[in-house]
């Protein structure tokens, strides 16, 4: 009888390679309560709102593209994060090939900033 040895390790690098993960390092000195896990926050490609606040920065992991390869993937895999933290914003690096390999989760001042203070690109759901 032969046996296949390879297979659940095959089966295992190939389901590792298809999911983007984030590390969530707290910065700055604000806490805020978390907000319900599945909370609306907006993404932001330019410069975040004036008077925005950092809580945080998340680090995306994908074995097969190096970041998050877009914006849905990136919020799908933030979101969590972002509402624990007490966000309502996700400020995103792009680097070339459309890679998100970065991100800062912000708090949005209530006040609106005034036109052309920040560039918001997705609201989301």
Request: hydrophobic share 40%.
């Amino acid at each position: 009888m032969k046996r296949t040895t390879f297979t659940i390790p095959a089966m295992a690098l190939l389901l590792g390679a298809c999911y983007t993960t984030a590390i969530f390092t707290r910065t700055g000195d604000q806490r805020l309560a978390p907000r319900p896990r599945d909370c609306s926050f907006a993404i932001y490609t330019a410069v975040p709102p004036v008077g925005s606040v950092e809580l945080g920065m998340l680090e995306f992991e994908n074995q097969e593209k190096g970041g998050a390869y877009d914006l849905k993937d990136a919020r799908t895999v933030a979101a969590p994060h972002v509402c624990a933290a007490g966000g309502d914003g996700l400020f995103v690096q792009l680097y070339r090939g459309g890679a998100i390999r970065s991100a800062t989760i912000i708090k949005v001042p209530a006040k609106p900033a005034p036109a052309g203070a920040g560039a918001m690109l997705d609201q989301g759901p």
